[in-house]
């Protein structure tokens, strides 16, 4: 009786150790597709759970990359996204899914895209922590401030000094301030559940923001208050 309880346990800990091997070598390609929302398209895909990359994430109207992730043993994730020569953007995740950390490290702006143009140029530094359990956000600290942004579309376009943080009081919220001595002070409040949010604050007149903002519709001629909704 006992060497078959021995024979049942060592068979037990081969399959767990199988299937966990295949789990960790399972081609990205197989999965990480059905786990993205439909409008969204891995684009040079390559790797598996353990470690691997892709040329970036496509979406109607833009899109972002290069990432590369690897798992570290004991379940620590690592994942970057931007060109390893320009400080990309760092993620590290631990504990998930029960009691989650993770730390998200800035840096150059130039990995988030529009459709055959690089939407932002400068850096942010700082890094963000957050605490959380399963899918849900549970506490938030430090911020990401960086000085000289621009905004490269529709064209070349200053939006001065930057400071970013995440709220996850109520719900995970991703709150910014762009300001530009004389030009306009923009404060931003986006939704990162469903990706929507609103831009409020002014543009003086004659900053060269305030025909871009016109042409949307969020600041009307001759006023100096912006409000917008996206």
Same mark, same amino acid.
């Given at each position: 009786?006992? /060497?078959?309880?021995? /024979?049942?346990?060592?068979?037990?800990?081969?399959?767990?150790?199988?299937?966990?091997?295949?789990?960790?070598?399972?081609?990205?390609?197989?999965? =990480?597709?059905?786990?993205?929302?439909?409008?969204?398209?891995?684009?040079?895909?390559?790797? $598996? =759970?353990? *470690?691997?990359?892709?040329?970036? =994430?496509? +979406?109607? *109207?833009? !899109?972002? &990359?290069?990432?590369?992730?690897?798992? /570290?043993?004991?379940?620590?994730?690592?994942?970057?996204? !931007?060109?390893?020569?320009?400080?990309?953007?760092?993620?590290?995740?631990?504990?998930?899914?029960?009691?989650?950390? #993770?730390?998200?490290?800035?840096?150059?702006?130039? +990995?988030?895209?529009?459709?055959?143009?690089?939407?932002? #140029?400068? /850096?942010?530094? &700082?890094?963000?922590?957050?605490?959380?359990? +399963?899918?849900?956000?549970?506490?938030?600290?430090?911020? +990401?401030? &960086?000085?000289?942004?621009?905004?490269?579309?529709?064209?070349?376009?200053?939006?001065?000094?930057?400071?970013? @943080?995440?709220?996850? @009081?109520?719900?995970?919220?991703?709150?910014?301030?762009?300001?530009?001595?004389?030009?306009?002070?923009?404060?931003?409040?986006? $939704?990162?559940?469903?990706?929507?949010?609103?831009?409020?604050?002014?543009?003086?007149?004659?900053?060269?923001?305030?025909?871009?903002?016109?042409?949307?519709?969020?600041?009307?001629? *001759?006023?100096?208050?912006?409000?917008?909704?996206?």
């Amino acid at each position: 009786m006992i /060497r078959w309880f021995r /024979r049942m346990a060592l068979t037990l800990f081969a399959l767990l150790i199988f299937t966990l091997g295949c789990l960790l070598y399972w081609p990205a390609a197989d999965w =990480l597709p059905r786990l993205l929302p439909p409008q969204v398209t891995p684009v040079g895909l390559q790797g $598996s =759970l353990l *470690g691997g990359d892709l040329q970036r =994430l496509d +979406w109607p *109207g833009g !899109g972002a &990359g290069p990432w590369q992730w690897q798992l /570290r043993w004991p379940g620590r994730l690592q994942i970057a996204v !931007g060109e390893p020569a320009a400080a990309p953007w760092g993620l590290t995740l631990s504990g998930w899914p029960w009691q989650w950390r #993770a730390e998200l490290t800035g840096g150059d702006l130039r +990995w988030l895209q529009t459709p055959g143009s690089t939407l932002l #140029a400068g /850096r942010l530094l &700082g890094a963000v922590r957050l605490e959380g359990s +399963w899918r849900r956000c549970q506490a938030a600290s430090g911020s +990401w401030q &960086g000085d000289g942004l621009q905004i490269l579309v529709p064209r070349r376009l200053a939006l001065g000094e930057a400071r970013l @943080q995440v709220d996850c @009081q109520t719900a995970p919220w991703l709150q910014g301030v762009f300001e530009r001595t004389g030009q306009h002070r923009l404060e931003l409040r986006l $939704s990162l559940a469903n990706w929507r949010g609103q831009v409020q604050g002014s543009a003086q007149p004659g900053s060269e923001l305030a025909p871009v903002l016109q042409g949307i519709g969020w600041l009307k001629a *001759g006023q100096t208050q912006v409000s917008g909704r996206f």
